[in-house]
């Protein structure tokens, strides 16, 4: 509504581009703080292996509940830890996205 403030360089000189910036930067540091959180969980959880009995009467190695349901978050570390190729920032990325514009 207000044209002057259409240009970037204009709008993050203002009061309003100036507090927008600030609590842009608190909010990828939350989401980052979350990140780090969850995947120094991941990472310090026991590795527990068990046996489970299928259909045909063989058993199979699991490893930690596979066949538990995983959160979104979850799964994207578990690909950033076992294949590296996602960065913390990439996920921080998709995360900042579920969960923001789920809130609409």
Known sequence: MQPHYWAD????????GQR?????????????????????????QPHTI????????????????KDRRKAFLDLLLDHHIK???????DIREEVDTFMFEGYV
């Open 20 to 44: 927008f910036s600030e609590n842009l930067v608190r909010l990828h540091d939350f989401t980052r703080k979350v990140i780090r959180e969850r995947k120094a969980e991941i990472l310090n």
């Open 83 to 89: 294949s590296g190729e996602l960065s913390e920032e």
């Open 50 to 65: 068990r046996y489970k009995r299928t259909a045909n009467g063989y058993t199979e190695l699991e490893e930690n509940d």
């Open 9 to 16: 360089q204009i709008y993050y000189r203002s009061e309003p």
